[in-house]
């Protein structure tokens, strides 16, 4: 299964015919504004152009003939295509942005659409920097596509073929000559661009290279510091800072000589021009008036050329940042079941059997330097079987690493089993629908996560159909409404990862919001830093009635919930190896009365403060 | 700007070519429309070629002279401000490696990267196209006034009339661009940070069936983003526009208003198209003064941004003069230290007036819960961080008073969460070292007892780490840090806690390979397992940031008391293990 993005990609092609089907796919919806946009630029071409031409005849049919009226006539057309050009070109440029928006506003909907769909494996191995990057940065190099104009690379050709025939159908002679230099001129830009590409990429790659070096040197100065390596780390640095200064220096050069350049041959082109046009003025073969106006057009013809290269530039960084969005759109998501089933109530009965799990795929290539190759996967979880009734509260104990947590997270149906098979009220989880599945089963991890937005939407995590009393009487039951009043009430703000929050409330947010969501299994994972005495009476008298009524089944970190839970599962190195309740397993004298003196019995006072360390 | 300044007069040399070369192109350019109405005059009056060759020639040889001195001005002066850019980015760089943690703790990296990509981008425009064209606005409008004037007032007056609105208007909405351009960048921003939390987050939503909920979420984000930027492009629409209508109205006006001067016999039309191309070479520099207000406002709100970045004291460094002492022994002593994290608040201090006596060449070992201060402690060593009060003592001097690299030589600090570069394995074992260390690197890999996982790389110590250490197992990104310190040789070696993710048969390896390496220098552990710790000639049990029992091994046990309790629980955890 492919699961992962890759970072770093070649520059590549301009144009991808394959690509730019697909990015069409985003723009149809839009084409009729992408239409009209595209059908202005031949109209604001037309009034750009034509003025010239309203030059030569006011200079040959009106000046020459003292004919002043007519000459405000042709100022009023004259006015008329200045409007025309503005009024067109500022609509196609403002439509082509609209439709750029709107279509990469769709592509980047879709794009997060379809990552909130991948499979936790793909998080767990693909870093978050590089997934937001390619909803972002890489929507927006597309984005620049649009803008700087570098789809108008095929609308620049008509525009220099709309030049030519102007000045073929003033005068053709005229025409030539003002071209002569055509052939020297493309062979120069032709040159620069080949320069010029190469010096783009460095001076993208090298940017690319100071940028990642100050990510690393800012996030990881302290190992610098302690290496004492400050010295060393400021020459890397500067090599890479004066690379990059030294590619910029190149492009200046190149970039400066073009811009000479083509101003240079554009002024000798006149020079032809009017050499030939006086030729053909002494024996009438054209008027004064046209050679005023191939001035103008020779001028405006080298425009275009010259902006050749920036935009070929910008259609290759499009098109490799187009791939690498596709590339995302392209992997797969979480296994649905053909036909999912979801069940009306949920009594909440769950049944492990025979479950086998590895966090590494069988027959996936084994991670660098890994002991174990494929063929022996290991298993974080072997042959765990175990059924839980309805309505009863299990608790969970094992040291670390014992395969607690991923019990929760596949009965959650978070990963998929390897072997064997999890039931929940006698179904597979893999045939549930997996939303009705989880909405049936609620999950309090340790470390509770809290997204920046109000309390309210915290708790309701979006749904709309938990109304504002269910979330305050959820609140009130589990002892949180005091701290969300003194907060500020159920609107205030919670800071991004809860930060303006204590361990504490954040554990009573959590469970208000389990309670919110009314599930018929409630899960949890103790938290295990502590807290004050006050905050953690709240706490075991909130975890009681969240348990209520319920299947529960907790990863328990308190002598209170272990002493209160029906049965205790007790996993060692991933086997299920003792169940029981608390007093039948003391008396055993296993593991669990191991585990017990060593994590509740010495439960005591944890230390009044919690750690400031970074 | 007094900074900026400097920077300037450093390349004052090159400015002034790239200026003199400026003055000379644009002189240059001036002349071409001048003698465009010469040939027009002569071709008008079907003068004879020779006539109008004299005047072509001079035509192409300016063009040709034009393009070499425009090109020299163009580069000289845009190189200039990439070499700003460059020394800028240096200095800023080598101010960052003088902060101190508590720097980094309080600031986020984005922030800082913005100043030194963004700000530094932005002063360098500044420096390079809005020098340029600062110049070239003011001579080209002063070559072509002049000329224009002298052949008619009136008819220069109203060509020119729509300029200064159109520098107003392009100033204005320049700025409003800028303005607009900075709201869709901070879009972009609350629209990063949203998929960044969602994915964060990713196992809460899809616990909770949230993903429709965040889809809708970011999608209303997505649209105001979207009309964040279609409120830039109604803007960012407007200003090639209005650039055509500039040099277009000035034809108009030289077309109706000039044609009836030719009428009158005043003008020529030779002085006609002189006008409109004077008009047009105008246009750019017209706008392009309106452009750079705005990139001046820019650029010194850049360079305000990064001087106050420059202006942050090192709050750890080496006290002037300080001379390194010729020989260490090893002896680390704490007298009374106090210490709070800054900006921390002011509760309970981490550490509490801790005194501890650690001889040459001992090894000691610091046990306690989890926020007991051990960490923050060994960080002190190096001067990761300063005491609040008190005093650390290397062989009895105070190390504020030591050179701050010496010292860090001679304290190897593996912390608790190594952090790995992005390079190869060889190069992060190396970090302290000149060059590849001679052998160092695979004796200290070896000691590291990294040898075999090594093997398992596709290049062995020529791997590549993946971002941030990504493909290494936290115990072999531990292991590449403690060979990192090893591979140094320090006097003293600080393990905070540095084992924590190995596993306790590897970590066993590990320590008797190094008994002798122990031996020869003062040792420092921070550790967990208790097996570890037994061993040490001293153990120092911190609670709450004050040490509550100093002993050996035997003493301690003996007494009862905290580390005897660790210890039980510790025996319990080694006999669950073997079950």
Same mark, same amino acid.
């Given at each position: 299964?492919?699961?992962?993005?890759?970072?770093?990609?070649?520059?590549?092609?301009?144009?991808?015919?394959?690509?730019?089907?697909?990015?069409?796919?985003?723009?149809?919806?839009?084409?009729?504004? +992408?239409?009209?946009?595209?059908?202005?630029?031949?109209?604001?071409?037309?009034?750009?152009?034509?003025?010239?031409?309203?030059?030569?005849?006011?200079?040959?049919?009106?000046?020459?003939?003292?004919?002043?009226? $007519?000459?405000?006539?042709?100022?009023?057309?004259?006015? $008329?295509?200045?409007?025309?050009?503005?009024?067109?070109?500022?609509?196609?440029?403002?439509?082509?942005?609209?439709?750029?928006?709107?279509?990469?506003?769709?592509?980047?909907?879709?794009? +997060?659409?379809?990552?909130?769909?991948?499979?936790?494996?793909?998080?767990?191995?693909?870093?978050?920097?590089?997934?937001?990057?390619?909803?972002?940065?890489?929507?927006?190099?597309?984005?620049?596509?649009?803008?700087? $104009?570098?789809?108008?690379?095929?609308?620049?050709?008509?525009?220099?073929?709309?030049?030519?025939?102007?000045?073929?159908?003033?005068?053709?002679?005229?025409?030539?000559?003002?071209?002569?230099?055509?052939?020297?001129?493309?062979?120069?830009?032709?040159?620069?661009?080949?320069?010029?590409?190469?010096?783009?990429?460095?001076?993208?790659?090298?940017?690319?290279?100071?940028?990642?070096?100050?990510?690393?040197?800012?996030?990881?100065?302290?190992?610098?510091?302690?290496? $004492?390596?400050?010295?060393?780390?400021?020459?890397?640095?500067?090599?890479?800072?004066?690379?990059? #200064?030294?590619?910029?220096?190149?492009?200046?050069?190149? =970039?400066?000589?073009?811009?000479?350049?083509?101003?240079?041959?554009?002024?000798?082109?006149?020079?032809?021009?009017?050499?030939?046009?006086?030729?053909?003025?002494?024996?009438?073969?054209?008027?004064?008036?046209?050679?005023?106006?191939?001035?103008?057009?020779?001028?405006?013809?080298?425009?275009?050329?010259?902006?050749?290269?920036?935009?070929?530039?910008?259609?290759?960084?499009?098109?490799?940042?187009?791939?690498?969005? +596709?590339?995302?759109?392209?992997?797969?998501?979480?296994?649905?079941?053909?036909?999912?089933?979801?069940?009306?109530?949920?009594?909440?009965?769950?049944?492990?059997?025979?479950?086998?799990?590895?966090?590494?795929?069988?027959?996936?290539?084994?991670?660098?330097?890994?002991?174990?190759?494929?063929?022996?996967?290991?298993?974080?979880?072997?042959?765990?079987?175990?059924?839980?009734?309805?309505? =009863?509260?299990?608790?969970?104990?094992?040291?670390?690493?014992?395969?607690?947590?991923?019990?929760?997270?596949?009965?959650?149906?978070?990963?998929?089993?390897?072997?064997?098979?999890?039931?929940?009220?006698?179904?597979?989880?893999?045939?549930?629908?997996?939303?009705?599945?989880?909405?049936?089963?609620?999950?309090?991890?340790?470390?509770?996560?809290?997204?920046?937005?109000?309390?309210?939407?915290?708790?309701?995590?979006?749904?709309?159909?938990?109304?504002?009393?269910?979330?305050?009487?959820?609140?009130?039951?589990?002892?949180?409404?005091?701290?969300?009043?003194?907060?500020?009430?159920?609107?205030?703000?919670?800071?991004?990862?809860?930060?303006?929050?204590?361990?504490?409330?954040?554990?009573?947010?959590?469970?208000?919001?389990?309670?919110?969501?009314?599930?018929?299994?409630?899960?949890?994972?103790?938290?295990?830093?502590?807290?004050?005495? =006050?905050? =953690?009476?709240?706490?075991?008298?909130?975890?009681?009635?969240?348990?209520?009524?319920?299947?529960?089944?907790?990863?328990?970190? #308190?002598?209170?919930?272990?002493?209160?839970?029906?049965?205790?599962?007790?996993?060692?190195?991933?086997?299920?190896?003792?169940?029981?309740?608390?007093?039948?397993?003391?008396?055993?004298?296993?593991?669990?009365?191991?585990?017990? #003196?060593?994590?509740?019995?010495?439960?005591?006072?944890?230390?009044?403060?919690?750690?400031?360390?970074? | 700007?007094?900074?900026?300044?400097?920077?300037?007069?450093?390349?004052?040399?090159?400015?002034?070519?790239? !200026?003199?070369?400026?003055?000379?192109?644009?002189?240059?350019?001036?002349?071409?429309?001048?003698?465009?109405?010469?040939?027009?005059?002569?071709?008008?009056?079907?003068? /004879?070629?020779?006539?109008?060759?004299?005047?072509?020639?001079?035509?192409?040889?300016?063009?040709?002279?034009?393009?070499?001195?425009?090109?020299?001005?163009?580069?000289?002066?845009?190189?200039? @401000?990439?070499?700003?850019?460059?020394?800028?980015?240096?200095?800023?760089?080598?101010?960052?490696?003088?902060?101190?943690?508590?720097?980094?703790?309080? &600031?986020?990296?984005?922030?800082?990267?913005?100043?030194?990509?963004?700000?530094?981008?932005?002063?360098?425009?500044?420096?390079?196209?809005?020098?340029?064209?600062?110049?070239?606005?003011?001579?080209?409008?002063?070559? @072509?006034?002049?000329?224009?004037?002298?052949?008619?007032?009136?008819?220069?007056?109203?060509?020119?009339?729509?300029?200064?609105?159109?520098?107003?208007?392009?100033?204005?909405?320049?700025?409003?661009?800028?303005?607009?351009?900075?709201?869709?960048?901070?879009?972009?921003?609350?629209?990063?940070?949203?998929?960044?939390?969602?994915?964060?987050?990713?196992?809460?939503?899809?616990?909770?069936?949230?993903?429709?909920?965040?889809?809708?979420?970011?999608?209303?984000?997505?649209?105001?983003?979207?009309?964040?930027?279609?409120?830039?492009?109604?803007?960012?629409?407007?200003?090639?526009?209005?650039?055509?209508?500039?040099?277009?109205?000035?034809?108009?006006?030289?077309?109706?208003?000039?044609?009836?001067?030719?009428?009158?016999?005043?003008?020529?039309?030779?002085?006609?198209?002189?006008?409109?191309?004077?008009?047009?070479?105008?246009?750019?520099?017209?706008?392009?003064?309106?452009?750079?207000?705005?990139?001046?406002?820019?650029?010194?709100?850049?360079?305000?941004?990064?001087?106050?970045?420059?202006?942050?004291?090192?709050?750890? /460094?080496?006290?002037?003069?300080?001379?390194?002492?010729?020989?260490?022994? *090893?002896?680390?002593?704490?007298?009374?230290?106090?210490?709070?994290?800054?900006?921390?608040?002011?509760?309970?201090?981490?550490?509490?007036?801790?005194?501890?006596? !650690?001889?040459?060449?001992?090894?000691?070992?610091?046990?306690?819960?989890?926020?007991?201060?051990?960490?923050?402690?060994?960080?002190?060593?190096?001067?990761?961080?300063?005491? @609040?009060?008190? /005093?650390?003592?290397?062989?009895?001097?105070?190390?504020?008073?030591?050179?701050?690299?010496?010292?860090?030589?001679?304290?190897?600090?593996?912390?608790?969460?190594?952090?790995?570069?992005? &390079?190869?394995?060889?190069?992060?074992?190396?970090?302290?070292?000149? @060059?590849?260390?001679? *052998?160092?690197?695979?004796?200290?890999?070896?000691?590291?007892?990294?040898?075999?996982?090594?093997?398992?790389?596709?290049?062995?110590?020529?791997?590549?780490?993946?971002?941030?250490?990504?493909?290494?197992?936290?115990?072999?990104?531990?292991?590449?840090?403690?060979?990192?310190?090893?591979?140094?040789?320090?006097?003293?070696?600080?393990?905070?806690?540095?084992?924590?993710?190995?596993?306790?048969?590897?970590?066993?390896?590990?320590?008797?390979?190094?008994?002798?390496?122990?031996?020869?220098?003062?040792?420092?552990?921070?550790?967990?397992?208790?097996?570890? !710790?037994?061993?040490?000639?001293?153990?120092?049990?911190?609670?709450?940031?004050?040490?509550?029992?100093?002993?050996?091994?035997?003493?301690?046990?003996?007494?009862?008391?905290?580390?005897?309790?660790?210890?039980?629980?510790? /025996?319990?955890?080694?006999?669950?293990?073997?079950?």
């Amino acid at each position: 299964m492919a699961t992962d993005i890759h970072g770093e990609a070649e520059v590549g092609k301009a144009y991808d015919a394959r690509l730019i089907r697909r990015l069409w796919t985003y723009v149809r919806p839009y084409q009729r504004v +992408f239409w009209l946009a595209l059908l202005l630029s031949p109209v604001n071409q037309f009034f750009d152009l034509v003025r010239p031409y309203l030059v030569k005849i006011g200079i040959d049919r009106y000046i020459a003939h003292g004919d002043r009226s $007519g000459l405000v006539r042709l100022g009023c057309l004259y006015v $008329g295509a200045i409007v025309g050009d503005f009024l067109s070109a500022y609509g196609q440029q403002y439509l082509t942005m609209v439709v750029a928006q709107r279509s990469l506003a769709d592509l980047r909907v879709a794009a +997060f659409a379809r990552v909130q769909r991948f499979p936790m494996r793909f998080f767990d191995r693909n870093p978050v920097g590089r997934v937001v990057s390619r909803l972002t940065t890489d929507v927006d190099v597309l984005q620049e596509m649009f803008a700087a $104009g570098a789809m108008t690379i095929l609308l620049d050709v008509l525009k220099l073929a709309g030049i030519v025939a102007f000045m073929l159908s003033l005068n053709w002679r005229l025409a030539l000559t003002s071209l002569a230099l055509l052939p020297l001129m493309i062979l120069g830009i032709d040159y620069f661009r080949r320069m010029a590409r190469k010096t783009y990429r460095m001076i993208r790659e090298r940017i690319g290279r100071i940028n990642g070096y100050l990510q690393e040197a800012i996030s990881g100065m302290s190992a610098i510091a302690l290496a $004492g390596r400050e010295a060393r780390a400021f020459v890397e640095f500067d090599r890479l800072n004066s690379d990059h #200064r030294d590619a910029n220096h190149l492009s200046n050069k190149l =970039e400066a000589a073009l811009f000479s350049f083509v101003e240079a041959v554009s002024t000798v082109s006149i020079a032809f021009m009017l050499w030939e046009g006086g030729r053909l003025h002494r024996t009438d073969l054209v008027e004064l008036g046209t050679v005023v106006a191939f001035i103008q057009y020779i001028q405006q013809f080298f425009v275009p050329i010259r902006d050749f290269s920036a935009k070929y530039a910008v259609m290759q960084s499009s098109m490799t940042a187009a791939e690498r969005i +596709f590339g995302l759109l392209d992997l797969e998501t979480e296994p649905t079941p053909a036909r999912a089933r979801v069940p009306a109530r949920v009594r909440g009965e769950i049944e492990f059997e025979h479950v086998w799990y590895s966090y590494k795929e069988a027959g996936a290539r084994p991670a660098a330097g890994a002991a174990l190759g494929a063929a022996a996967p290991p298993w974080v979880l072997r042959d765990v079987s175990f059924r839980i009734a309805a309505g =009863e509260h299990v608790a969970i104990v094992g040291a670390t690493g014992a395969g607690k947590t991923t019990v929760i997270k596949l009965l959650d149906r978070l990963y998929d089993v390897q072997r064997g098979r999890i039931l929940v009220d006698g179904i597979d989880v893999r045939e549930w629908d997996p939303a009705a599945l989880r909405r049936r089963i609620a999950v309090v991890l340790q470390d509770v996560f809290l997204f920046s937005g109000p309390v309210e939407a915290n708790i309701t995590l979006g749904r709309t159909d938990i109304p504002r009393a269910a979330v305050e009487a959820a609140a009130v039951h589990v002892n949180a409404d005091g701290f969300i009043r003194r907060l500020g009430g159920y609107e205030a703000p919670v800071r991004e990862r809860g930060s303006n929050l204590s361990g504490g409330q954040r554990q009573l947010l959590a469970f208000a919001r389990a309670l919110a969501h009314d599930p018929a299994v409630l899960v949890l994972d103790e938290a295990t830093s502590s807290v004050d005495p =006050e905050t =953690e009476w709240l706490i075991q008298d909130a975890l009681v009635k969240l348990l209520e009524g319920r299947t529960a089944l907790v990863i328990a970190h #308190r002598l209170s919930t272990i002493e209160n839970a029906d049965r205790i599962l007790v996993l060692h190195k991933g086997e299920l190896r003792e169940q029981g309740t608390h007093r039948e397993l003391l008396e055993r004298g296993g593991i669990y009365a191991r585990l017990y #003196r060593m994590q509740y019995a010495a439960e005591r006072p944890a230390p009044a403060r919690a750690a400031a360390q970074p | 700007m007094a900074r900026l300044w400097r920077y300037v007069m450093r390349y004052r040399l090159r400015y002034l070519g790239g !200026v003199a070369c400026l003055l000379g192109a644009t002189s240059l350019q001036m002349a071409v429309p001048w003698l465009l109405k010469q040939c027009i005059d002569a071709v008008a009056r079907d003068a /004879a070629p020779r006539a109008l060759l004299g005047y072509l020639g001079l035509i192409v040889v300016i063009a040709l002279a034009q393009g070499v001195v425009r090109t020299f001005s163009r580069f000289i002066i845009f190189n200039a @401000g990439r070499d700003i850019e460059y020394d800028l980015r240096n200095d800023l760089f080598r101010h960052l490696e003088t902060l101190p943690l508590a720097f980094y703790q309080q &600031r986020h990296t984005g922030d800082l990267m913005s100043r030194l990509v963004n700000d530094v981008t932005a002063v360098r425009m500044l420096l390079g196209p809005g020098l340029l064209n600062f110049i070239n606005t003011p001579v080209a409008y002063l070559y @072509g006034l002049a000329i224009m004037l002298s052949f008619d007032v009136r008819l220069t007056l109203a060509a020119l009339a729509v300029y200064p609105v159109a520098f107003l208007v392009v100033k204005r909405t320049s700025r409003l661009l800028m303005e607009r351009a900075l709201r869709v960048q901070e879009g972009l921003g609350e629209l990063s940070s949203r998929v960044q939390e969602n994915l964060s987050g990713i196992h809460v939503v899809k616990s909770y069936a949230g993903e429709e909920h965040e889809i809708q979420t970011f999608a209303r984000l997505n649209q105001r983003f979207q009309e964040l930027n279609l409120r830039l492009a109604r803007v960012r629409g407007f200003v090639f526009p209005v650039m055509g209508i500039v040099s277009s109205t000035g034809s108009l006006v030289v077309l109706v208003y000039g044609g009836q001067e030719v009428m009158a016999g005043r003008l020529s039309v030779g002085d006609l198209a002189m006008f409109i191309a004077y008009l047009y070479q105008l246009a750019w520099p017209t706008m392009a003064l309106g452009w750079m207000l705005s990139i001046l406002q820019r650029g010194r709100a850049a360079m305000q941004r990064l001087n106050e970045l420059l202006a942050v004291e090192p709050a750890i /460094a080496s006290p002037p003069g300080a001379t390194a002492p010729e020989r260490v022994a *090893g002896e680390v002593a704490l007298r009374g230290v106090s210490f709070r994290y800054p900006g921390g608040g002011d509760g309970a201090p981490v550490l509490d007036d801790v005194d501890l006596n !650690v001889p040459a060449g001992r090894t000691i070992a610091i046990v306690g819960r989890t926020g007991s201060g051990k960490s923050s402690l060994v960080q002190l060593l190096p001067r990761l961080f300063d005491v @609040g009060a008190g /005093a650390v003592l290397l062989d009895g001097r105070d190390i504020r008073t030591l050179p701050l690299d010496w010292l860090r030589r001679q304290v190897g600090l593996v912390p608790q969460d190594p952090f790995l570069f992005s &390079r190869t394995i060889r190069e992060n074992v190396a970090l302290a070292l000149d @060059g590849d260390g001679d *052998g160092r690197v695979e004796w200290a890999v070896g000691m590291a007892a990294l040898a075999r996982d090594l093997e398992g790389f596709p290049r062995g110590l020529d791997t590549v780490v993946g971002e941030r250490g990504v493909t290494l197992s936290g115990g072999q990104k531990q292991r590449v840090a403690l060979a990192r310190a090893l591979a140094a040789a320090p006097r003293v070696l600080v393990l905070d806690d540095a084992l924590a993710s190995v596993d306790a048969e590897t970590e066993r390896t590990i320590l008797d390979q190094l008994r002798g390496f122990f031996r020869e220098r003062t040792t420092i552990l921070v550790a967990h397992r208790l097996t570890t !710790v037994k061993e040490a000639d001293l153990i120092c049990v911190l609670d709450e940031g004050r040490i509550v029992e100093l002993g050996d091994h035997e003493s301690l046990l003996a007494r009862g008391g905290v580390y005897a309790d660790l210890f039980r629980q510790q /025996a319990l955890e080694v006999e669950l293990e073997a079950i």
